[in-house]
């Protein structure tokens, strides 16, 4: 069983940055792949990052490669992503999820419980 906390949303201005964390419990965190997803309002839940257990091979979605960075520290149970040059399409609840390989559909074991991003213009 893995939980998952994030944390690291706000309201942010276009063009601002954010750090956003996500926090796993478990013993065996470095043995699942990570990802982030995010929904925003009357749209469906879209992949933005996903990172392999070792923190290896990282991917991207299209709308946010270049200005996103995923990362992950095992020995903290955590993984992160930095949000650069934000964009007001990129205002979301920000989800991270977790399962034992790397997917770009949202067929993940275990989610958080989301944290908002709102980019104003």
């Known amino acids: 069983q893995v939980q998952l906390v994030e944390s690291g949303g706000g309201l942010v201005q276009a063009g601002g940055s954010l750090r956003l964390s996500c926090a796993a419990s478990?013993?065996?965190?470095?043995?699942?792949?990570m990802a982030w997803f995010r929904q925003a309002r009357g749209k469906e839940r879209t992949f933005v990052a996903g990172?392999?257990?070792?923190?290896?091979?990282?991917l991207y979605s299209d709308s946010v490669k270049g200005r996103f960075t995923m990362s992950r520290d095992n020995a903290k149970n955590t993984v992160y992503l930095q949000m650069n040059s934000l964009k007001p399409e990129d205002t979301a609840v920000y989800y991270c999820?977790?399962?034992?390989?790397?997917?770009?559909?949202?067929?993940?074991?275990?989610w958080g419980q989301g944290t908002q991003v709102t980019v104003s213009s």
């Open positions: 999820a977790a399962r034992r390989t790397i997917a770009t559909m949202p067929l993940y074991d275990y």
């Open positions: 990172i392999s257990g070792s923190g290896g091979p990282t």
């Open positions: 478990g013993r065996t965190f470095s043995s699942y792949a």
